[in-house]
């Protein structure tokens, strides 16, 4: 006889039951035999079983006949979730905002990647396919990155109106109260004004935190000691006030380009060598020149200001701005920026 032991139900070994129809060949039909059989026998067998969610462990308790007080729901970071059904991050480029936020979120997070196909009709049954898996996966966050080109709008042409079902397939779905805390949606873009008014409404993106460039010296300082351990560059610079004079308006992106010009120069005879001179890095700072145009970015600082729905994240400059100022002036670079 075999002693009990602690047994981990993957989500991936209900799935075979609970959606028969995906799983059509030969292959997959012995594998579902396997799981349908062998999976109530190991629960049952088990001391305790763990499960990732709720949503699991009702469907263990109904189809393998496993008792509930056998079984414990592991979340990933909290024994109960009390989230807003979206949240829309309002961010400005390079900031490397969809690493960043997979992980602190707390969730187990996916993110939504192409699903799209050629046939006819296959685009919508994968989106399906999707949604049904994220309903068997709660609590799970969705990581959408660069939202307002990935979902598009309700007036896309040239492919038959597939974009236009597959756009309100899913705010359908992003609207359903009932999987709030469950689901959490997470769309990411760096131009919000571009995101349709659909998804932007309570209900569906409910929060809208915007993400700026660093403001104080200490916020400054502490991305650049980042991006320093990142490159993996030793220096005896301990402030970025030390190399250069104005670090507005610098991106993580920006910084990493510079540290890596300055790692080329500094290491012209050494190419193992990781350490920089302080000379070497201020020389880089005052030769490099950001890609992007000033307006451009003034343009999407002020539509993240606007998009914005709690003024406790904003910076200290913008909280008090007047509205028709600030649409004023978003106006305006609007017209300068398309003469």
């Given at each position: 006889?075999?002693?009990?032991?602690?047994?981990?139900?993957?989500q991936?070994?209900?799935?075979?039951?609970?959606?028969?129809e995906?799983?059509?060949?030969?292959?997959?039909?012995?594998?579902?035999?396997y799981?349908?059989?062998?999976?109530?026998?190991?629960?049952?067998?088990?001391v305790?079983?763990?499960?990732?969610?709720?949503?699991?462990?009702?469907?263990?308790e109904?189809?393998?006949?496993?008792?509930?007080?056998?079984?414990?729901?592991?979340y990933a970071a909290?024994?109960?979730?009390?989230?807003?059904?979206?949240?829309?991050?309002?961010?400005?480029p390079?900031?490397?905002k969809?690493?960043?936020?997979?992980?602190?979120?707390?969730?187990?997070?996916?993110?939504?990647?192409?699903?799209?196909?050629k046939?006819?009709?296959?685009?919508?049954?994968?989106?399906?396919?999707?949604l049904?898996?994220?309903?068997s996966m709660?609590?799970?966050?969705?990581?959408?990155?660069?939202?307002?080109?990935?979902?598009?709008?309700?007036?896309?042409?040239?492919?038959?109106?597939?974009?236009?079902?597959?756009?309100?397939?899913?705010?359908?779905?992003?609207?359903?109260?009932?999987?709030?805390?469950?689901?959490?949606?997470?769309l990411?873009?760096?131009?919000?004004?571009?995101?349709?008014?659909?998804l932007?409404?309570?209900?569906?993106?409910?929060?809208?935190?915007a993400?700026?460039?660093p403001?104080?010296?200490?916020?400054?300082?502490?991305?650049?000691?980042?991006?320093?351990?990142?490159?993996?560059?030793?220096t005896?610079?301990?402030?970025?006030?030390?190399?250069?004079?104005?670090?507005?308006?610098?991106?993580?992106?920006?910084?990493?380009?510079?540290?890596?010009?300055?790692?080329?120069a500094?290491?012209?005879?050494?190419?193992?060598?990781?350490?920089v001179?302080?000379?070497?890095?201020?020389?880089?700072?005052?030769?490099?020149?950001?890609?992007?145009s000033?307006?451009?970015?003034?343009?999407?600082?002020?539509?993240?200001?606007?998009?914005?729905t709690?003024?406790?994240?904003?910076?200290?400059?913008?909280?008090?701005?007047?509205?028709?100022?600030?649409?004023?002036?978003?106006?305006?670079?609007?017209?300068?920026?398309?003469?």
């Amino acid at each position: 006889m075999l002693a009990p032991c602690p047994t981990i139900v993957q989500q991936r070994g209900t799935e075979y039951w609970a959606f028969p129809e995906y799983y059509p060949t030969l292959g997959d039909r012995v594998n579902r035999m396997y799981n349908v059989l062998s999976i109530p026998l190991f629960c049952r067998r088990a001391v305790r079983v763990l499960t990732n969610s709720d949503s699991l462990a009702r469907e263990l308790e109904r189809v393998a006949g496993v008792p509930r007080e056998k079984m414990a729901t592991l979340y990933a970071a909290a024994d109960e979730l009390v989230l807003p059904a979206k949240l829309d991050f309002l961010s400005l480029p390079a900031l490397d905002k969809t690493k960043a936020f997979a992980k602190e979120c707390g969730l187990t997070t996916i993110k939504l990647k192409n699903f799209r196909s050629k046939w006819v009709g296959a685009t919508e049954g994968n989106l399906e396919k999707i949604l049904k898996l994220l309903r068997s996966m709660w609590p799970v966050g969705v990581i959408i990155d660069e939202a307002d080109a990935f979902l598009g709008d309700r007036n896309q042409q040239g492919d038959s109106g597939t974009s236009n079902r597959v756009f309100a397939q899913l705010s359908s779905f992003m609207g359903n109260t009932a999987y709030r805390g469950k689901i959490v949606w997470f769309l990411i873009t760096c131009r919000p004004d571009l995101l349709p008014v659909d998804l932007k409404r309570q209900g569906r993106a409910e929060e809208h935190l915007a993400l700026f460039y660093p403001e104080t010296q200490d916020e400054h300082d502490a991305l650049f000691k980042i991006m320093l351990k990142k490159a993996g560059i030793t220096t005896t610079v301990t402030s970025i006030a030390e190399v250069t004079a104005d670090p507005a308006g610098l991106s993580g992106a920006d910084i990493e380009a510079i540290l890596a010009r300055a790692l080329l120069a500094s290491d012209a005879g050494d190419a193992n060598s990781t350490t920089v001179a302080a000379e070497t890095l201020s020389h880089a700072f005052a030769d490099f020149i950001p890609a992007t145009s000033p307006l451009e970015r003034e343009l999407q600082i002020l539509v993240a200001v606007q998009e914005c729905t709690s003024r406790e994240v904003l910076p200290e400059r913008y909280r008090s701005m007047d509205r028709a100022e600030l649409m004023a002036r978003i106006n305006e670079l609007r017209m300068l920026l398309n003469s």
